[in-house]
């Protein structure tokens, strides 16, 4: 069946620092790939998406893109703030709206 | 447009009570859905609706109903409530099934059974 692994957290990064989370898929076909992030008390927001092989999503200085051949999806920030502190998680999207989410991956940026 | 609303935010059940879980969408979007959230696990699917009178299962659809009368509201009832529905409940919105749509989510409700 489909699945998503992402890296274990919780990450602790100073700011300014490199991000990259990763993240790996199982799935038949060609599914959509999603970045949702969940701040402090609240629900979950796109942050950005793929479509297809070779696709690089990008929003807010992050940045992800879609390989199909490792099957991996991973997040990278080039300088992190203290306000991309959030729970980052990567999703699947291969039938028609059912998004199979990773387990999650707390961010935490020291100023 | 309020998006995706939810209540309550907060809800404390005895084993064995039941409630309803509100979703409402002012976006006329034909799919919504309901997640949980528990630690370590990310979100799952329970149930979800690809329009008024159409309902079906996610993965964990054991101990909840719903139900799709309308466009803007999808409810999801707790029968009997046990403590393994612990957890933050998630409504979520898009304009259809097909396509690549982002998923709209609503704050939350955060459910204890004791």
């Known amino acids: 069946g489909n699945s998503v692994t992402q890296m274990e957290g919780p990450v602790t990064l100073s700011e300014e620092a490199f991000l990259t989370i990763n993240c790996t898929y199982t799935a038949t076909g060609y599914p959509s790939l999603f970045w949702y992030v969940q701040y402090p008390g609240e629900g979950l927001q796109l942050l950005l998406k793929?479509?297809?092989?070779?696709d690089k999503g990008s929003n807010k200085g992050f940045e992800a893109t879609y390989r199909k051949e490792t099957t991996s999806f991973h997040l990278e920030k080039g300088s992190v703030q203290v306000s991309d502190s959030a729970v980052y998680f990567c999703?699947?999207?291969?039938?028609?709206?059912?998004?199979?989410f990773g387990q999650g991956t707390e961010l935490s940026v020291k100023p | 447009n309020a998006g995706v609303t939810q209540t309550p935010k907060f809800q404390v059940l005895k084993t064995g009570q039941s409630m309803t879980l509100q979703c409402a969408q002012d976006?006329?979007?034909?799919?919504m859905s309901w997640y949980r959230q528990d630690p370590g696990m990310g979100l799952r699917l329970i149930h979800y609706s690809v329009g008024a009178g159409i309902t079906d299962q996610g993965e964990v659809p054991n101990g909840y109903n719903v139900s799709r009368s309308t466009t803007e509201d999808f409810p999801l009832r707790l029968l009997s409530a046990a403590p393994s529905q612990t957890s933050v409940y998630f409504c979520?919105?898009?304009?259809?099934?097909?396509?690549?749509?982002?998923?709209?989510f609503g704050p939350g409700t955060r459910l204890t059974v004791t």
């Open positions: 979520a919105s898009r304009p259809g099934r097909r396509g690549t749509y982002e998923q709209y």
């Open positions: 976006m006329n979007h034909e799919y």
């Open positions: 793929a479509t297809k092989a070779d």
């Open positions: 999703a699947l999207d291969n039938q028609g709206g059912k998004l199979i």
